[in-house]
Structure formats: C-alpha cells, structure tokens
C-alpha cells in the first residue's frame, strides 16, 4: 500500500511508487538509550529495502526510479562521498531495474567502514570516478554528463543523497506510514522526531509529511554533512518544493507551511567535518550497541544519537516522546 495514491488518488499516475521494500518498519521502545526525561522509540527504517541494502536512500528511489524511466534515461549520474549510502544503494536498485549508474566519489576519512563501503560499491556494477574533492567533482559533471549518454538520451542527474523533491517523497510516505502506526496503536504520538542530516531528503520530507498527516511532531534534524548548505532555511524550502511538486502532479491545493516551531536544527554535532567520527558519537555508538543492541555508524546516525542523548538530558524535549529514526542499513 501506498499511503500518499491513498490519500491523493491521481498521484498514482502522476507520481507511481516503485515499492523496493516491505513497511511499516518497525517501532520499539529504547528504554536504555538515553537518561533523560523522555522516553524514546525506535523507528528502523535499517529494515527497509529488499535489495541487498536497506535504510533510508530506498525510500528515497522508490519515488526516483519511476521518474528516471519516465524521463526514459537509462543511466542515473550522481556524487557522494567515498562510503556513500546514496551511491551504493542506487547502484544496487538501479541495476535491479535496468539502469546504469555512474558515480563521482569525492574523499572522507577512510575507515574500516568506508573502506568495505568502496568494496560493495566497486562490486555493484557503477562506474566510479575517484573526483577527490567537491571542486573538481562539480568541474566534472558537465564532462561525465556528456561522456554517459546511452541510446542518444543524456544521463538523469542526481545531486548528492537523492534529496530532489522527488526524493523527499519518500519520507512524506514515511510520515503518514507513523502517523498510521501512531493511529493504530502501535507508537505514542511522538513529541519529536530526532533524525541525522546529510542532504537534507529525509527532513523535509518528514516536515511535509507529519503535517500532511496531522501530526504535530517536531523535526530535530542533527546536521552530518558540512559540504552542503542544512539550515532552517535550505530544509524548509527543499519541503515546499516537494509539495509544490505534489500540487502540480495533482494532489491538489495543500496550503504547506512550516513553521519556526517545526524543526530544530542542530548544527553543534559535526566535529571535524563530515566523515569525522567525534568522541561521543563513539561513546553513543557504544552505548547503543551494549544496551540496546542498536548498530549505529559513525558518519551519521552516531552524531544523531549523541545530540539525541545531550538534548534529552538537558531536558530539551519536555516528556517527550522522543522517536529516533534509524537510517542505517548494511546487510
Ligand atoms: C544519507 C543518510 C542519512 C541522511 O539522510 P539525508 O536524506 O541525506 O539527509 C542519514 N543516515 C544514513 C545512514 C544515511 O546514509
């Protein structure tokens, strides 16, 4: 079932859904995770993804892959950072699918992570382009655009994480599928939303989403990614672009706006930069790990974590609940 054909019936045809996991994932109480006043759940969206590799970038291609064969493209061309989730998952699905993909890395630290990272994506059939720094990837692009057309048709052009408006949908879904776990019993209603920030799809579309679903949880958005412009500006907008998207597909008038009041981002979390592992994501990487049995990794869903555990204990989210949204998913 797809929750926003459900609500807006015309968008079937307009915007399809290529369904590459199985929802709703599932929700849990995380009664070790964090000392402060509100108690916090799990939403593992890790779960999510049928296709060797899960997390949040399916979601994301779910909605991308439909457009890139309506746009009748057969190679999607698309950056990231050498450990890229994004990349490594488009390869995976596009291939599944039909499609090429080609990938301009630029440099992280190297760790053992990213190190098995380049393995599988070496391994998934992109062709990889070592374009090392964010300058000589933007220069690339242009050439790497001409050089990959395939029968006559340019490639489909993606920027880093996925996160167009056609991405984000994927977290609208997302929304309403909490919100329809909420409704059912399953989940409190969450005070916040606590999720990592690396390009900015997963945020905004959870901002549209809860409040297409009415909802009144907040978005905390704990900012990863230091190579992008994430702020109370680039997300909100990036969320009226997306219904913006969806009115002119069809949906109608939905008179979207988000308020000050509706997300928060932390901006404090970053450490030396993206890639950086900092000393209490390790401890929170830990701690989950020994306490709740939670996998996080080190470039996203630790520092998210980390904010979650110090904001909590500061008594930043009243009683909360609290739900954090588990975006990693190696298999
Ligand atoms: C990409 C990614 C994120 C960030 O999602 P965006 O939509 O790019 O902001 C968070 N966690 C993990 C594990 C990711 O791979």
Known sequence: MTYLHVRFPRLKESLPRLPLGDGPTPVRPLPGLSEGAAQVWLKDDGAYGNGGWGGNKVRKLE?????????????????????????????????????????????????????????????????????????RTVAAVPWLFARHFSGGRPPYVLGAGGSSPVGALGYVEAALEIAAQVEDGLLPEPSHIVTAVGSG????????????????????????????????????????????????????????????????VVRDRLGKGYGHPTPEGERAREHAAGREGLVLEPVYTAKAVAALRAMNEEGRFGDGPILFLQTNGPR
């Open 201 to 264: 799809g997963t945020t905004a579309g959870l901002l549209l989403g809860l409040r297409l679903a009415g909802l009144r949880t907040r978005v905390v958005g704990v900012v990863v990614n230091d190579t992008l412009r994430l702020d109370g500006v680039t997300l909100p907008r990036l969320a009226r672009r997306t219904a913006k998207l969806l009115e002119r597909r069809g949906a109608g008038p939905l008179r979207f706006e988000s308020g000050e009041e509706d997300l928060t």
């Open 63 to 135: 909605w991308l892959l439909p457009d890139v064969r309506h746009s009748g493209r057969k190679t999607i061309l698309s950056v990231g950072g050498l450990g890229t989730n994004w990349g490594l998952a488009t390869a995976l699905y596009a291939r599944e699918h039909g499609l090429r993909t080609v990938l301009a890395l630029v440099d992280q630290p190297v760790d053992d992570y990213v190190r098995a990272q380049l393995g599988r994506l070496r391994e998934s059939g992109a062709k990889l382009y070592f374009t090392r720094t964010k300058g």
